[in-house]
């Protein structure tokens, strides 16, 4: 390892020192010249002397029609800059309807480099889009879906366990890559929470409905997570009540997770 960096150090041809850091200073430099890009965001790693990934997001701008998206996503993702890196984490989002006829906010991911996952040819990203935007149109509540290099994020004002059946649906388009899902509602302080690995049931995660289903009117959550993803091989439910509550209210949840034969990590905060 030594050796290599004095090398790199020593040679001047051939090593970047910064070479995440260079990348994402070209790549959005040349993101600022696209008229169809609304806002982004490029991160840099420099991961090793004389190599380097990035992460990029990139938000494209409202009203573009599905064949200008999928050109716009092409000509981002087949973009070089001057300065090499080994791979690129790229998504791109734009705005879609959900099945409210609300606005979402979706994305497609591509990697690129070494581990290139997916087409990036126009034709295959307008298929990708239009199987994005069914699933948005599945959700009535659907906020974002947004994705990393193995796992789809989804988030919703409504059912976590609604958006995560539209999951199970769109997963079945294969998009590249994808090992984990989650569907989540609300926010830090009222979290619901649904996560599972690609071919999981979902109806295995069900017995939560039945959980939350035995608590008083007015109990909120601080939050419950009911998950089949790794590391776990079998169904595992929380659920954390809010300070205050009647540790009645808290028996009664761990009986129904019992008739259930399912575990149950339940608590009352502090």
Avoid at 9 to 37: H, S
Avoid at 109 to 130: K, M, Q, V
Avoid at 134 to 151: G, I, Q, R
Wanted: charged share 20%; with cysteine; net charge negative.
């Amino acid at each position: 390892m030594l050796a290599g960096l004095l090398a790199c150090l020593i040679l001047v041809t051939g090593c970047t020192l910064n070479a995440g850091t260079g990348f994402a200073d070209e790549f959005g430099g040349y993101l600022d010249t696209r008229a169809d890009v609304d806002s982004h965001r490029v991160q840099g790693n420099n991961d090793l002397p004389g190599t380097g990934s990035a992460d990029s997001r990139v938000q494209l701008r409202a009203g573009l029609t599905d064949p200008e998206l999928a050109a716009a996503i092409s000509e981002i993702a087949t973009h070089r800059a001057d300065q090499q890196i080994a791979h690129h984490n790229l998504t791109v989002a734009f705005p879609a309807e959900n099945g409210s006829g609300g606005e979402a906010v979706v994305s497609v991911f591509l990697r690129l480099g070494d581990g290139a996952l997916g087409d990036t040819s126009p034709a295959a990203l307008e298929t990708r889009i239009g199987q994005v935007r069914e699933f948005a149109a599945a959700d009535p509540a659907l906020v974002e879906l947004s994705a990393t290099v193995s796992d789809l994020h989804a988030s919703t004002t409504g059912d976590p366990f609604v958006t995560a059946g539209a999951l199970t649906d769109y997963l079945r388009t294969e998009p590249p890559g994808v090992q984990r899902a989650t569907a989540r509602s609300g926010a830090p302080g009222s979290l619901g929470v649904v996560s599972f690995d690609v071919g999981d049931p979902i109806d295995a995660l069900r017995p939560m409905v039945a959980i939350l289903g035995v608590l008083p009117a007015g109990t909120v959550p601080r939050r419950w997570r009911a998950s089949s993803q790794r590391p776990f091989t079998a169904p595992q439910f929380e659920l954390d009540l809010p300070r205050g509550t009647d540790p009645a209210v808290l028996e009664a949840a761990r009986q129904q997770a019992a008739a259930l034969g399912v575990p149950l990590r339940a608590l009352i905060a502090k």
